[in-house]
Every structure is written in C-alpha cells, then in structure tokens.
C-alpha cells in the first residue's frame, strides 16, 4: 500500500527558529509529493509540489528518492506559520479523465510561539 | 481563481438518517473528490469521480454512495447515518492533464451524527 508519513503530530518552535516538517514517502514508481497547508478557519491549499522546485511564503522541500523523504523547510519561522500541515504524494493514474488520486499523510500542527 | 463550494458549513443528523452533502465547482474540473478528515488520520479518499456519471470508490467507501449528474456537482451521500460518521467532510476537485494538477478544496462540512 502506497503511504505517506508524517512522524510528529504537534511541532512547536519559536518565531525566528528554523522549522523541518519530515515527511516520509513509501516507494512506488515516480510518485509527485505536494505539501498543503490549512491555516485555522481556511480552506485546505496548495503550498508547493516538488516538480516545481519553487520556494513558496519561504518554504522549501527537496525530494530525497534515496531516503524517501520530502520534508518541509523554513529557516525562520513566522507567527503567520501556524497551521496544520499535510504530505501527500500521487498514486496510480486516473484512467480516464486524466489526474492523479493522492494519499495524505496524518498531517503535522506546526505551532510557532513568540 | 477556483472555486469549490460546500452547501453547508455545519450540520447535525440524527441516527439513521439519509443525509445529502453537496459540493459544486466553478472551474469545469473533470475530477471531483470526497474525503474525510479526523484527528490522527489525515484525509481519507471516501470516493471521486472523473466525468459526469463516472464514480470510483476510495479507501472508506463503506456507508457512503455518490453522484454525479452534472459536471459542476457531486453528492455524497450517506445511506444510513451513524455515529462513526461524525466528521468533517472535505470536497476537491483538479484538472485532468498528464501532469499532476493540484486539487482545490472545499471550505468542508462539519457533520454531526447523533
């Protein structure tokens, strides 16, 4: 079964600290990973996917095929950071229609104390 | 920008009941999603769709059916409520394309079984 995993529930850092959400990917093909965000009341979005290599409200994640990670990065982190964050990675194609099914993982509260 | 709607934000059922979540997408997005989201276990696939009529079942189908008359709308609907599934529902849809478009979510339904 295709997984996705995120080990830490709750990561509580102070402003200014750097932030590392882990996220660890079962291996199966060429998966694409993509982070979303749900900051508190909105929806879940979007924050970046790693075909696009792009550094989005400072954050960053390099795929690691060796290690099957795509952790999440921000050197320093924001008040604004607070939020609940998922991994997810593609599995399987749909066959008609085009577009790809996603596994989530459990997800990570980051708390960003002052 | 996309819009994906949720008829309702909150919502209380008793026991039994055969409720009706609606979801409706402004983009002329193929694909259309239903998952589940609880504490601890992330977003679960409860079942999507890729074209109007075309339905697949995801990871938790169990209790659930859906429908897809029109390509803007897609139902979830629970045959017999019960307290397992109280939770938030969350509606997304994406593009289909031979590269992984992100999907658009819902602002969520949270529901109440009583």
């Known amino acids: 079964a295709q997984r996705v995993t995120q080990p830490e529930k709750l990561l509580s850092v102070f402003k200014g600290a750097p932030v590392e959400l882990k996220c660890n990917y079962s291996?199966?093909?060429?998966?694409?990973l993509f982070w979303y965000v749900q900051y508190s009341r909105q929806r879940l979005q979007l924050l970046l996917r790693h075909i696009s290599r792009e550094s989005i409200k400072g954050f960053t994640a390099d795929l690691n095929k060796g290690e099957t990670s795509f952790h999440l990065k921000k050197p320093f982190a924001q008040e604004e950071d607070s939020a609940m964050y998922y991994c997810?990675?593609?599995?399987?194609?749909?066959?008609?229609?085009?577009?790809?099914?996603?596994?989530f993982g459990t997800g990570t509260q980051l708390k960003v104390e002052l | 920008d996309v819009k994906v709607t949720q008829s309702s934000r909150y919502l209380v059922k008793r026991t039994g009941e055969k409720v009706f979540l609606e979801c409706v997408q402004d983009m002329d997005h193929e694909n259309m999603f239903w998952y589940r989201q609880d504490p601890g276990l992330g977003l679960r696939l409860i079942y999507f769709s890729y074209d109007v009529k075309m339905k697949e079942k995801g990871d938790i189908p169990e209790g659930y059916s859906v429908s897809r008359e029109k390509k803007e709308r897609f139902s979830l609907i629970l045959e017999s409520a019960s307290t397992n599934q109280t939770s938030m529902y969350l509606c997304?849809?994406?593009?289909?394309?031979?590269?992984?478009?992100?999907?658009?979510f819902g602002d969520g339904t949270r529901l109440s079984i009583l």
């Open positions: 997304a849809s994406s593009l289909p394309s031979s590269s992984n478009q992100p999907q658009h």
């Open positions: 997810a990675r593609s599995r399987g194609r749909i066959l008609t229609g085009g577009g790809n099914k996603l596994t």
């Open positions: 291996y199966s093909g060429s998966p694409e």
